[in-house]
Protein backbone atom coordinates (compact mmCIF):
# COMPACT_ATOMS: atom_id res chain seq x y z
CA UNK A 1 0.00 0.00 0.00
CA UNK A 2 1.31 3.49 -0.55
CA UNK A 3 2.07 5.41 2.22
CA UNK A 4 0.24 8.99 2.61
CA UNK A 5 3.65 10.27 2.17
CA UNK A 6 3.79 9.03 -1.28
CA UNK A 7 0.44 10.11 -3.05
CA UNK A 8 1.58 13.13 -4.73
CA UNK A 9 5.30 12.89 -5.47
CA UNK A 10 5.41 16.72 -7.76
CA UNK A 11 9.10 16.15 -8.15
CA UNK A 12 9.24 13.27 -10.21
CA UNK A 13 6.43 14.95 -12.71
CA UNK A 14 7.32 15.06 -16.14
CA UNK A 15 5.08 15.88 -19.70
CA UNK A 16 3.82 12.88 -21.23
CA UNK A 17 6.70 12.07 -24.04
CA UNK A 18 4.01 12.62 -26.79
CA UNK A 19 2.76 16.09 -25.37
CA UNK A 20 3.48 19.27 -28.04
CA UNK A 21 2.55 22.57 -27.52
CA UNK A 22 1.68 22.84 -30.92
CA UNK A 23 4.19 25.76 -31.48
CA UNK A 24 8.14 27.40 -31.52
CA UNK A 25 9.37 28.30 -28.32
CA UNK A 26 9.49 31.64 -29.76
CA UNK A 27 5.88 31.56 -30.60
CA UNK A 28 4.39 30.65 -27.35
CA UNK A 29 6.88 33.54 -25.58
CA UNK A 30 5.50 36.41 -27.42
CA UNK A 31 1.87 34.80 -26.65
CA UNK A 32 2.34 34.62 -23.12
CA UNK A 33 4.41 37.81 -23.06
CA UNK A 34 2.77 39.97 -25.30
CA UNK A 35 -0.64 38.35 -27.13
CA UNK A 36 -2.06 36.80 -23.84
CA UNK A 37 -1.60 40.11 -21.55
CA UNK A 38 -2.93 42.02 -24.51
CA UNK A 39 -6.33 39.78 -25.72
CA UNK A 40 -6.94 40.13 -21.52
CA UNK A 41 -6.71 43.77 -20.90
CA UNK A 42 -9.53 45.27 -19.49
CA UNK A 43 -8.52 49.18 -20.38
CA UNK A 44 -9.05 48.32 -24.36
CA UNK A 45 -12.41 47.53 -25.20
CA UNK A 46 -13.75 46.07 -28.89
CA UNK A 47 -13.61 43.08 -30.44
CA UNK A 48 -12.46 43.50 -34.29
CA UNK A 49 -9.11 43.53 -33.00
CA UNK A 50 -9.45 41.03 -30.41
CA UNK A 51 -10.22 38.77 -33.17
CA UNK A 52 -7.42 39.40 -35.34
CA UNK A 53 -4.93 38.92 -32.50
CA UNK A 54 -6.23 35.24 -31.98
CA UNK A 55 -6.58 35.15 -35.54
CA UNK A 56 -2.86 36.00 -36.19
CA UNK A 57 -1.72 33.28 -33.63
CA UNK A 58 -3.19 30.66 -35.58
CA UNK A 59 -7.10 30.55 -34.11
CA UNK A 60 -9.79 30.49 -36.23
CA UNK A 61 -12.23 32.52 -35.47
CA UNK A 62 -15.65 33.04 -37.48
CA UNK A 63 -16.94 36.71 -38.19
CA UNK A 64 -19.32 38.63 -36.43
CA UNK A 65 -17.76 37.10 -33.02
CA UNK A 66 -17.90 39.40 -29.96
CA UNK A 67 -14.97 39.09 -27.27
CA UNK A 68 -14.68 40.82 -23.98
CA UNK A 69 -12.43 42.45 -21.99
CA UNK A 70 -10.86 39.46 -19.26
CA UNK A 71 -10.91 37.14 -21.95
CA UNK A 72 -7.99 34.35 -21.62
CA UNK A 73 -6.90 31.71 -23.99
CA UNK A 74 -3.46 29.23 -23.00
CA UNK A 75 -3.03 28.42 -26.51
CA UNK A 76 -4.82 29.93 -29.45
CA UNK A 77 -3.69 28.08 -32.12
CA UNK A 78 -6.07 25.24 -30.34
CA UNK A 79 -9.19 27.03 -30.38
CA UNK A 80 -11.65 27.47 -33.23
CA UNK A 81 -14.22 29.66 -33.01
CA UNK A 82 -17.68 29.56 -35.37
CA UNK A 83 -19.17 32.63 -36.68
CA UNK A 84 -21.59 34.95 -34.24
CA UNK A 85 -20.02 33.68 -31.03
CA UNK A 86 -20.22 35.79 -27.73
CA UNK A 87 -17.66 35.24 -25.05
CA UNK A 88 -17.67 37.30 -21.97
CA UNK A 89 -15.47 38.64 -19.59
CA UNK A 90 -13.27 36.76 -17.93
CA UNK A 91 -13.99 33.39 -20.00
CA UNK A 92 -10.74 31.18 -19.68
CA UNK A 93 -10.65 28.73 -22.36
CA UNK A 94 -7.40 26.53 -20.96
CA UNK A 95 -6.66 24.71 -23.82
CA UNK A 96 -3.97 22.60 -23.74
CA UNK A 97 -6.02 20.06 -25.80
CA UNK A 98 -8.25 21.52 -28.88
CA UNK A 99 -11.27 23.39 -27.88
CA UNK A 100 -14.12 23.98 -31.09
CA UNK A 101 -17.35 26.28 -30.61
CA UNK A 102 -20.24 25.87 -33.50
CA UNK A 103 -22.19 28.87 -34.47
CA UNK A 104 -23.55 31.33 -32.07
CA UNK A 105 -22.46 30.06 -29.14
CA UNK A 106 -22.44 32.11 -26.11
CA UNK A 107 -19.65 31.84 -23.39
CA UNK A 108 -21.25 34.00 -20.25
CA UNK A 109 -18.95 35.66 -17.81
CA UNK A 110 -16.16 33.80 -15.73
CA UNK A 111 -16.80 30.34 -17.55
CA UNK A 112 -13.76 27.67 -17.03
CA UNK A 113 -13.43 25.46 -20.22
CA UNK A 114 -10.47 23.02 -18.95
CA UNK A 115 -8.80 20.59 -21.31
CA UNK A 116 -6.77 19.03 -18.95
CA UNK A 117 -5.81 17.67 -15.40
CA UNK A 118 -3.80 14.87 -13.70
CA UNK A 119 -3.99 11.34 -12.56
CA UNK A 120 -4.54 11.80 -8.93
CA UNK A 121 -4.02 8.07 -8.80
CA UNK A 122 -0.72 7.92 -9.95
CA UNK A 123 1.92 9.33 -7.68
CA UNK A 124 3.71 11.15 -10.68
CA UNK A 125 0.30 12.79 -11.38
CA UNK A 126 0.69 12.44 -14.96
CA UNK A 127 -1.24 15.15 -17.25
CA UNK A 128 -4.58 13.48 -18.74
CA UNK A 129 -5.80 16.34 -21.32
CA UNK A 130 -8.86 16.01 -23.92
CA UNK A 131 -10.66 18.51 -26.52
CA UNK A 132 -13.88 20.21 -25.89
CA UNK A 133 -16.25 20.24 -28.06
CA UNK A 134 -19.48 22.94 -27.89
CA UNK A 135 -21.86 22.76 -30.57
CA UNK A 136 -23.86 25.71 -32.37
CA UNK A 137 -26.70 27.45 -30.17
CA UNK A 138 -25.50 26.24 -26.81
CA UNK A 139 -24.89 29.21 -23.94
CA UNK A 140 -22.54 27.67 -21.32
CA UNK A 141 -24.29 30.80 -18.13
CA UNK A 142 -21.74 32.77 -16.12
CA UNK A 143 -19.17 30.73 -13.83
CA UNK A 144 -19.70 27.55 -15.18
CA UNK A 145 -17.08 24.61 -15.49
CA UNK A 146 -16.71 22.32 -18.65
CA UNK A 147 -13.87 19.59 -17.43
CA UNK A 148 -11.72 17.42 -19.80
CA UNK A 149 -13.58 15.90 -22.37
CA UNK A 150 -16.87 17.67 -22.82
CA UNK A 151 -19.18 17.58 -25.65
CA UNK A 152 -22.08 20.56 -25.27
CA UNK A 153 -24.83 19.41 -27.71
CA UNK A 154 -26.70 21.86 -30.21
CA UNK A 155 -28.64 24.33 -28.65
CA UNK A 156 -27.63 23.26 -24.94
CA UNK A 157 -27.73 25.39 -21.98
CA UNK A 158 -25.22 24.95 -18.93
CA UNK A 159 -27.07 27.01 -15.98
CA UNK A 160 -25.03 29.29 -13.85
CA UNK A 161 -22.13 27.69 -12.09
CA UNK A 162 -22.69 24.12 -13.19
CA UNK A 163 -19.70 21.53 -13.33
CA UNK A 164 -19.95 19.50 -16.37
CA UNK A 165 -18.24 16.11 -17.04
CA UNK A 166 -18.88 13.99 -20.06
CA UNK A 167 -21.81 14.61 -22.51
CA UNK A 168 -24.91 17.04 -22.49
CA UNK A 169 -27.61 16.11 -24.90
CA UNK A 170 -28.66 18.34 -27.50
CA UNK A 171 -31.47 21.12 -26.26
CA UNK A 172 -31.21 19.97 -22.55
CA UNK A 173 -30.89 22.18 -19.76
CA UNK A 174 -28.56 21.19 -17.00
CA UNK A 175 -27.58 22.50 -13.56
CA UNK A 176 -25.48 21.84 -10.32
CA UNK A 177 -22.18 19.83 -9.67
CA UNK A 178 -22.40 17.48 -10.75
CA UNK A 179 -24.18 18.91 -13.71
CA UNK A 180 -27.85 16.96 -13.94
CA UNK A 181 -30.68 17.32 -16.46
CA UNK A 182 -33.27 20.22 -15.47
CA UNK A 183 -35.50 20.41 -18.46
CA UNK A 184 -35.22 21.13 -22.23
CA UNK A 185 -35.23 23.88 -24.44
CA UNK A 186 -39.19 24.16 -26.05
CA UNK A 187 -38.45 25.05 -29.51
CA UNK A 188 -35.84 22.40 -29.75
CA UNK A 189 -38.56 19.48 -31.49
CA UNK A 190 -39.98 22.16 -34.03
CA UNK A 191 -36.65 23.58 -35.14
CA UNK A 192 -35.84 20.10 -36.31
CA UNK A 193 -32.43 19.17 -34.87
CA UNK A 194 -34.14 15.98 -32.96
CA UNK A 195 -31.70 13.76 -32.29
CA UNK A 196 -32.55 11.61 -34.30
CA UNK A 197 -32.69 13.54 -37.60
CA UNK A 198 -29.52 15.69 -37.03
CA UNK A 199 -25.95 15.10 -35.18
CA UNK A 200 -25.17 15.75 -31.83
CA UNK A 201 -21.55 17.42 -32.08
CA UNK A 202 -20.53 18.82 -35.62
CA UNK A 203 -16.82 18.46 -36.64
CA UNK A 204 -16.81 22.07 -38.11
CA UNK A 205 -17.28 24.83 -36.27
CA UNK A 206 -19.51 26.08 -39.28
CA UNK A 207 -21.90 24.28 -38.68
Known sequence: MVGLNDLQRLESYALPADFSPGRGRWQQLLWFCWG?????????????WRCCLLRWF?????????????????????????????????????????????????????VYLCTGNHDYRSPTFELR???????????????????????IGRGAVVSLAAVVRGAVDPGSIVSGNPAQPVGSRQHFAAMGLQRSGSPCFSASADE
Do not use: F, M
Request: hydrophobic share 45%.
Open 36 to 48: SPLLASRWLPGSA
Open 129 to 151: ARPITVASEAWVAASAVLAPGCR
Open 58 to 110: GARIGVGCRLKPGLRVKYPWRLVVGPHCWLGEAVWIDNIAPVRLGRRVCLSQG
